[in-house]
């Protein structure tokens, strides 16, 4: 760590030190100007981060950090398309994908999706979508979140893991001679997608399309030329939903709603990549995220969308956060002494309300928690509207204020922070703004810490380990240099073989 880096943490403590001797609500008694000196806009979107312990110097600190780490050079560099992903010696553009003028071979890849999805249409009423990870969860939730918009008639399943079941669930009542069938794997090695892959083709689905980075392997497994819609090295998977692997979007979806979701992510770039770090929303949570992790000390935070649309958010925010900041060295590799990010958790309010919020309010650990809603038109019942905005106003409150009772076990400690952010509405292009925020801030915060956010080395050993313990499972020798515990489960598991009806 360089000096300046040094002295930007020390200021960071100094700050925290002094914000940990105050409560919230002295923050707000302090100052009358505070809702709304610390409530900032984006496209689409607007952030309040008056409950969380910060004020004007703590920010102060942080932004003293970001200049430390370079973060304007680091987001120049991004959009630039220089080398920013630097293990892997490749630049990451996914914002490319979303530009309005985008380069020849981004327009041509798009406008070839989009033929393809008006033609398939006419021949199937339903797509089977199979891949995990990147390749999974961003089509997936975007089917979910703009479900209101869906076009009437087709059937949407997908199928990530490798549990037979869920493969087996999504060709369920399915008609083979009506179905397109989508490989979406960026590599197209993962084990998953292949195993699920074969399975559904041997059903006989009518159409085989794929979406991938490594056209000629998909070729290879069996799909026309033509149906191989390709994206590149430089689209990272968790990144990749504004790519052909969201093919599945376009057939679902009428013509024109992944478009509005571009644009929406599109004005979000242009906000992220201009505004200063003190009028930067993606920047400015990142600096959040990082002051409640290392100088709070708080290990995760809980997401809760006020929005079934959005329920899925917080898994698909697993893998971008997780997977890109969850690293324990450099960019150059030296070990971090503090973390790029926490862990992410959450489900959509109020379910979670009456599951886990019992541990947000009266845990031990204090636990910050980002609260989403939906300002605008909602579905269903108009009386609803209000009731999801007075419960999550509610928990945000409640967390804060906290509640003294002479019995303990109905004592709230409150003062717990949380930050409350709100979409314009569900739609297309608040979907691809929020979306493309959360990447600019996982972004940043990666930048803020030293790493790069674009490899995910962590997840390979696993999958080795898998492969060698395979042969054993289906019959083959024992290997030789095992620990105990895998030996013992290898033969328990070898005896119990079989399937389920
Ligand atoms: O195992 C992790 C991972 O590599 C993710 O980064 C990726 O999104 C997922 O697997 C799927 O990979 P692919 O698109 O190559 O099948």
Redesign the pocket.
């Known amino acids: 760590m360089n000096a300046n880096q040094n002295q930007a943490w020390n200021a960071i403590a100094a700050e925290a030190e002094r914000l940990k001797r105050t409560t919230l609500l002295d923050l707000f008694a302090a100052d009358p100007a505070r809702a709304e000196a610390l409530t900032f806009t984006a496209p689409h979107l607007v952030a309040d981060f008056s409950k969380q312990r910060i004020d004007a110097p703590a920010l102060a600190a942080m932004a003293q950090l970001a200049t430390a780490m370079d973060f304007e050079g680091w987001r120049e560099r991004m959009f630039a398309g220089d080398i920013v992903n630097t293990t892997e010696g490749r630049p990451a553009m996914h914002w490319a994908l979303r530009a309005s003028d985008p380069p020849p071979e981004i327009r041509a890849a798009q406008a070839k999706m989009t033929a393809f999805a008006q033609r398939i249409r006419r021949d199937v009423d339903s797509v089977v979508h199979l891949?995990?990870?990147?390749?999974d969860l961003g089509p997936r939730l975007i089917i979910d979140a703009l479900g209101a918009h869906r076009v009437r008639g087709m059937t949407m399943r997908f199928a990530a893991n490798i549990d037979g079941a869920d493969v087996r669930d999504a060709i369920e009542g399915l008609d083979p001679a009506r179905t397109l069938l989508i490989v979406?794997?960026?590599?197209?090695?993962?084990q998953e997608?292949l195993a699920n892959a074969a399975f559904v083709r041997a059903w006989g689905p009518a159409h085989l399309a794929a979406a991938t980075a490594a056209p000629d392997k998909a070729v290879a497994w069996g799909v026309p030329r033509d149906n191989v819609f390709p994206f590149w090295d430089w689209v990272g998977?968790?990144y990749s939903l504004w790519s052909s692997v969201s093919l599945c979007c376009l057939i679902a979806l009428p013509s024109g709603i992944f478009h509005r979701l571009l644009a929406g992510a599109e004005e979000m770039d242009s906000h992220f990549r201009t505004a200063p770090f003190a009028r930067n929303l993606p920047a400015l949570s990142a600096a959040i995220q990082m002051w409640n992790r290392e100088a709070l000390g708080h290990g995760a935070y809980a997401l809760i969308p006020y929005s079934e649309r959005l329920r899925l958010l917080p898994a698909y925010m697993q893998?971008l956060e997780m997977?890109s900041n969850g690293k324990g060295v450099s960019r150059d590799g030296d070990k971090l002494s503090r973390s790029a990010c926490g862990v992410t958790w959450g489900a959509a309010g109020t379910n979670a309300q009456h599951s886990f919020f019992q541990l947000l309010h009266q845990g031990v650990e204090e636990i910050p928690v980002e609260l989403i809603l939906n300002a605008g038109a909602h579905e269903g019942p108009p009386s609803h509207r209000a009731k999801v905005f007075a419960n999550a106003l509610a928990q945000a409150r409640a967390l804060m204020v906290g509640k003294a009772s002479s019995e303990p076990h109905r004592a709230f400690p409150g003062d717990r922070a949380s930050t409350l952010m709100a979409i314009d509405a569900l739609s297309p292009e608040a979907l691809g703004a929020l979306l493309a925020f959360y990447e600019h801030r996982t972004f940043t915060q990666a930048v803020l810490a030293g790493i790069d956010p674009f490899d995910?080395f962590g997840?390979e050993l696993g999958?080795e380990m898998a492969n060698a313990l395979l042969p054993t499972l289906e019959g083959g020798a024992a290997p030789a240099d095992i620990d105990a515990s895998t030996a013992a489960w290898l033969k328990r598991l070898r005896a119990q073989r079989g399937n389920a009806p």
Do not use: M, Y
């Open positions: 891949g995990i990870g990147g390749s979406a794997s960026k590599t197209f090695t993962t997608t998977g968790r893998q997977e995910q997840v999958k």
